[in-house]
């Protein structure tokens, strides 16, 4: 991520921690727009999850569009989250629509006139704080087919979305505490 994401994010952070403490709700849009400009997607192909009070779901932070929708089970056998958050290991997938995965929130409209978009390539990274897992940071490129959603995914941005979750990770705590 350059640079200057990088600060932007970690003073963001910072003042959402300050925010909290003053009892105003935690909102992740500055984040989500950052994250999207610098992998050059659409702000609703990032989405940022966290672990329920229970551990036993994972629910949608951002974008604001699924945050109402549901959740899904730690126990899903089929969801990247999910295998990201357990293994704690960043993954990339550059051919995500031909494996198998639930699709119901690709199906969620983006707005009031947008349909959703089927993922086409995914990087997904653990949420750390210390050892424990607690969310999940997903970034996606979302399109009717492979050719139509932009360059594949790479290592180095899979190593700079790890960056970024490690940042983000003071200000998941204090989302899941809500």
Sequence with gaps: MATEYIGDLKKWVAELARKADEGESVRLNR???????????RTHEVAILGL???ERSLRFLAPDSLRIVGQIPLSSTNSLAVRTLRDKRPE??????????????????ISDDQRGEPIQKIMSSPILLGNR?????????KGAN???????F?????????????????CIMLCIKE
Excluded: Y
């Design 154 to 170: 790479t290592q180095p941005q899979l190593r700079e979305l790890k960056t970024i979750s490690d940042a983000l990770a003071p």
């Design 31 to 41: 984040a989500v727009d950052l994250i999207s400009r610098n992998f050059g997607v």
């Design 52 to 54: 329920t009070s229970d």
């Design 133 to 141: 897992a607690i969310g999940v940071l997903q970034v996606s490129r």
């Design 92 to 109: 990339l997938v550059n051919h995500f629509s031909t494996v198998p995965h639930a699709s119901v929130f690709e199906a969620v409209p």
């Design 146 to 152: 492979l050719a139509d959603t932009g360059p594949d």
